[in-house]
C-alpha cells in the first residue's frame, strides 16, 4: 500500500510509525505539513496520488481539496468522543484514571469526523509528564489504531463508525478548550501532589508558570517530598546537582527544569539550577539535600556479580556537568567487584546526546559544546575501556551521541518499540568513538549507509543489522524481568567470555584515542567554525523553527 505521512514534524511518534509501516512492507513518504500551503500541498497530493493518508501528529488543519478525494485518517490523543488540541493536558489535569487515542477521518471540523479504531489505557499514577506519557501510552495506543486503520483500507471497503454511534468506554468526553500557559499557573500554597500534577500537565509546551524570588520562571520536571517540618511556600530551600527544592504546602516540590519568563515569552529551557537564583546568588549555594528516586540522576544496584546502574537525563539531553556525574558513577560502579555492568535508562528517557539547549544559552556555545563532547566522549570510553563486561540498554528512543554511547559498551540491548537514529545531524560530524564502535559492529558500508542516508531505524531493524544484540520487550515491567534474567544469565562464564571475546574482535588495531582524536578534530571545526551552519541549525531546534521544506528524503523514493 502506498501511505503518505502528513504531519507537523517528524517526531518520535511519526518515526515509529515510519519505521514500522515501512517494515510491513509498504511504501511510505513524509510531508511536512508547515511547509505547504493548502494549494500546494494538495497538488502535491494529487502527485502522490496515495492509497491512504495518515496523519500520526498534525497541528493543521487539512483541507476539503485533500481529505474530500483521499481517505485521510487522524490519529488523536484522545478517546472516543473527545475533541479539541489539549486533550492530555486536560486528561492530566483531571485526574482520568483512563484516557485513550482515537483514528479518525479528517473533515471541516477538528476531531469531529468518523471513527476507524480507538483505543485506551490506564493512566498512570503519580502522573507521568505530558512528553512522557504521549511516548510511551499514547504511542503505544496510536500504533494499535494505525494498525487497525491500514487493516481496514487493506480489505478494500472501508467504512468507518459516525461519532455519535461509535461506544464510548470513557465518560464525560467532549470538546475541550485550549489551554493556555496561565491556565497552568502554581500557587506554592497548594499541595505538592497539585503542583507537580500542574507542572506534568504543562510540560514540553506551555510550561507552568510560577514565581519564585521575585523572579518569573517556567518549570518542568518535577516530583514531590514528604516532609515533617514547615516551609514557607515558594522558598527554595535544597538542590542536588540541577536540581532545586521549593516549598509548597505540606512538602517540597523538585524541579528538574526552568526557563526564564520575561514578558510571558519563556527562555531557554534549562536545567533548573542553571536558571533560578536565591537572591542574586547562585543555587549552588543551596544546602544539599538528596533528591527523591523519581528525579535521581543515576541509581545504582547490584544483583549478584552484576552492577546495575540506571541513568535519567530529562528528554535524553545531556550537558557537560550531567556527563562528568554520570561517567564518576560508571566509574565508581566499576570499581565493584562484579563481572557486569548493565548502564540503562529509565522507561521515558535514554540519552540523545549533548545537551543543545544548555549550549545554546552558554556565554560561549562553541566552548560549551566543546565541554560538552569531550564530557560524553570521556562517558564513552569509561564504558568502552572497562575491564569488566558492558552492556548498554537502550530503554526508550536514543538519537545521534546517545545511540553512539549505547555502543561503546561491549553488549547492547534494545527496547521493543524504541525508535533509534544512528547518524549525526545539526551540522556536526559527531564523536562518542563512533567511528570505531559503528564500523565494528555493522561493518564500513552499511555504517557510512546509516550516518548519510540520516533515516530512524526501529529496535527491530537495529537488530538485523547487528547495531544491537537483543530486543526485549515493550511492556516496561516485563522489559525490566527481561533486562534483569538476561543481566544474571551474564554470571555464567561461558557465556560472559563468549560476549567479551566478540566485543574484543571489534576493537580497532589502532588505539580508541585515534578515533577520539580524529573526530575531534572535525567536531573543532563545527564548533568553532561553524563550516556546517552548526549554530544556526542548533537555534532552530532550540526554538522551535520549523522546517521550510520536507527533506527530500523523507518523501517517496
Known amino acids: 500500500m502506498k501511505i503518505l505521512l502528513l504531519v507537523s514534524a517528524f517526531n518520535g511518534l511519526t518515526q515509529r510509525a515510519w519505521c514500522h509501516l515501512r517494515e510491513e512492507g509498504h511504501t511510505v513518504g513524509v510531508e511536512l505539513a508547515p511547509t505547504h500551503t493548502d494549494e500546494s500541498m494538495t497538488e502535491l497530493v494529487r502527485q502522490h496520488d496515495p492509497d491512504l493518508i495518515l496523519c500520526p501528529f498534525l497541528k493543521h488543519r487539512v483541507p476539503e481539496s485533500v481529505w474530500g478525494h483521499y481517505p485521510t485518517v487522524i490519529v488523536h490523543p484522545g478517546p472516543a468522543g473527545d475533541r479539541g488540541p489539549s486533550s492530555l493536558d486536560h486528561a ?8 485513550g487515542v482515537t483514528a479518525l477521518s479528517a473533515i471541516e471540523a477538528m476531531d469531529a469526523g468518523p ?37 481496514t483500507v487493506a480489505q478494500g471497503n472501508p467504512r468507518p463508525t459516525p461519532p455519535e454511534v461509535y461506544p464510548r468506554e470513557i465518560p464525560d468526553t467532549g470538546e475541550r478548550p485550549l489551554l493556555r500557559r496561565k491556565d497552568f499557573a502554581i500557587d506554592w500554597s497548594d499541595t505538592p501532589e497539585e503542583i507537580c500534577r500542574r507542572i506534568a500537565a504543562a510540560d514540553g509546551a506551555p510550561g507552568a508558570p510560577a514565581v519564585i524570588n521575585g523572579r518569573d520562571y517556567c518549570l518542568f520536571d518535577a516530583t514531590h517530598e514528604d516532609i515533617t517540618y514547615s516551609v514557607r ?17 505540606g512538602g517540597l516540590v523538585w524541579v528538574g527544569y526552568a526557563a526564564k519568563l520575561t514578558d510571558n515569552k519563556r ?25 527523591p528516586e523519581e528525579l535521581s540522576e543515576t541509581d545504582y544496584q547490584r544483583i549478584g556479580d552484576v552492577g546495575v546502574l540506571t541513568i535519567r537525563s530529562y528528554n535524553g539531553a545531556m550537558h557537560t556537568e550531567q556527563c562528568e556525574r554520570i561517567t564518576t558513577a560508571v566509574e565508581k560502579a566499576l570499581t565493584e567487584s ?62 545521534a551521541g546517545g545511540v553512539m554511547t549505547a555502543l561503546a559498551a561491549d553488549v547492547v540491548y534494545a527496547r521493543e518499540g524504541a525508535v533509534l537514529n544512528p547518524y549525526y545531524d545539526m551540522g556536526l560530524y559527531g564523536s562518542e568513538l563512533h567511528s570505531w564502535s559503528l564500523p565494528a559492529r555493522v561493518g564500513l ?113
Request: charged share 25%; proline share 5%.
Open 92 to 99: 492530566i489535569l483531571d485526574e482520568r484514571v483512563r484516557w
Open 115 to 151: 471513527i476507524w479504531s480507538s483505543h485506551n489505557f490506564t493512566m498512570p499514577s503519580p502522573p507521568i509528564s505530558k512528553s512522557a506519557l504521549y511516548n510511551s501510552h499514547v504511542a503505544d495506543a496510536a500504533m494499535a489504531c494505525i494498525d487497525d486503520v491500514v487493516a
Open 233 to 249: 511556600p515558594g522558598t527554595v530551600v535544597a538542590r542536588d546537582g540541577d536540581r532545586i527544592a521549593v516549598g509548597a504546602n
Open 267 to 291: 527562555g531557554i529551557k534549562q536545567p533548573a539550577g542553571h536558571v533560578i537564583s536565591v537572591g542574586g546568588v547562585p543555587s549552588t549555594t543551596l544546602p544539599h539535600r538528596n533528591v
Open 338 to 399: 562484579t563481572h557486569t555492568l548493565v548502564v540503562t535508562g529509565t522507561e521515558h528517557c535514554f540519552s540523545n546526546g549533548i545537551h543543545l539547549g544548555a549550549i545554546e544559552a552558554a556565554v560561549d556555545p562553541a566552548q560549551e559544546a566543546w565541554n560538552n563532547i569531550n564530557a560524553i566522549d570521556d562517558l564513552c570510553a569509561a564504558l568502552a575501556e572497562a575491564r569488566q563486561l558492558t552492556v548498554a540498554s537502550i530503554s526508550t528512543n536514543a538519537g
Open 445 to 557: 558500508e552499511t555504517a557510512h549507509r546509516l550516518l548519510n542516508d540520516k533515516l530512524p531505524v526501529s529496535a527491530r531493524r537495529a537488530l538485523d543489522l547487528g547495531l544491537v544484540d537483543a530486543v526485549g520487550p515493550r511492556q516496561w515491567d516485563s522489559y525490566v524481568r527481561w533486562l534483569t534474567q538476561r543481566a544474571q544469565a551474564l554470571e555464567d562464564d561461558r557465556l560472559r567470555e563468549q560476549l567479551r571475546h566478540g566485543a574484543l574482535a571489534r576493537r580497532s588495531a589502532r588505539p580508541l584515542t585515534y578515533h577520539r582524536t580524529l573526530e575531534l578534530a572535525e567536531m573543532a571545526r563545527d564548533f568553532y567554525d561553524n563550516r556546517n551552519g552548526f549554530a544556526e541549525k542548533r537555534r532552530d531546534f532550540v526554538f522551535k523553527r520549523p522546517a521550510s521544506e520536507t527533506p527530500p528524503h523523507l518523501r517517496f523514493a
